[in-house]
T-cell receptor
Framework: DGGITQSPKYLFRKEGQNVTLSCEQN?????MYWYRQDPGQGLRLIYY???????QKGDIAEGYSVSREKKESFPLTVTSAQKNPTAFYLC?????????????FGSGTRLTVV | GQSLEQPSEVTAVEGAIVQINCTYQ??????LSWYQQHDGGAPTFLSY????GLEETGRFSSFLSRSDSYGYLLLQELQMKDSASYFC???????????FGSGTRLSIRP
């Protein structure tokens, strides 16, 4: 079955460390997205990419970086510059031109800074 | 800028009907989506409205009024498994990304 795989499910990071969250999809979707969700809050867009080797900043890109070297993969790096990284991170994809059909989400990575 | 307003919490009785409202202010608008998220899980897509009117999918219906910048999600014959958070979300004018509201937590009583 096609879907989006995020790993790891839980991640602990020490302050001052960079950490990379994995997102892989086998849906042949063109567009991929990273959102952050804080407890009791909505989803805020970090970065998105509509084609390989191209990506755009979302509303809260500071302290994060991404790459899109392959259609299937869109890893997110949480850098030490991100002051409050503890959150639930969700990766999503869509067919790009058919965003109206909705996103498909991965199961998320819960990041905790210790 | 963009903002979406929806109630933070709604409580309803099993078997009843509930409506979750959403108003939006956006610099560009392509359509309105609704997502469901159970605690600890990922959001799942429920519906999409690009034109004014009502879209029905089983027990769930979604309505949009573009002139009023308003929409709602209607859930009928409520079941305990419908207890979840529901997010309205605007597809921006370029149809390239989605902006989410802060969510409505729906609690269902027996």
């Amino acid at each position: 079955d096609g879907g989006i795989t995020q790993s790891p499910k839980y991640l602990f990071r020490k302050e001052g460390q960079n950490v990379t969250l994995s997102c892989e999809q086998n849906l042949n979707h063109d567009a991929m997205y990273w959102y952050r969700q804080d407890p009791g809050q909505g989803l805020r867009l970090i970065y998105y990419s509509q084609i390989v080797n191209d990506f755009q900043k979302g509303d809260i890109a500071e302290g994060y970086s991404v790459s899109r070297e392959k259609k299937e993969s869109f890893p997110l790096t949480v850098t030490s510059a991100q002051k409050n990284p503890t959150a639930f991170y969700l990766c999503a994809s869509s067919t790009g031109t058919k965003i109206t059909h909705g996103y498909t989400f991965g199961s998320g990575t819960r990041l905790t800074v210790v | 800028g963009q903002s979406l307003e929806q109630p933070s919490e709604v409580t309803a009785v099993e078997g009843a009907i509930v409506q979750i409202n959403c108003t939006y202010q956006t610099s560009g608008f392509y359509g309105l989506s609704w997502y469901q998220q159970h605690d600890g899980g990922a959001p799942t897509f429920l519906s999409y409205n690009a034109l004014d009117g009502l879209e029905e999918t089983g027990r769930f219906s979604s309505f949009l009024s573009r002139s009023d910048s308003y929409g709602y999600l209607l859930l009928q014959e409520l079941q305990m498994k419908d207890s979840a958070s529901y997010f309205c979300a605007v597809v921006d004018s370029s149809a390239s990304k989605i902006i989410f509201g802060s969510g409505t937590r729906l609690s269902i009583r027996p």
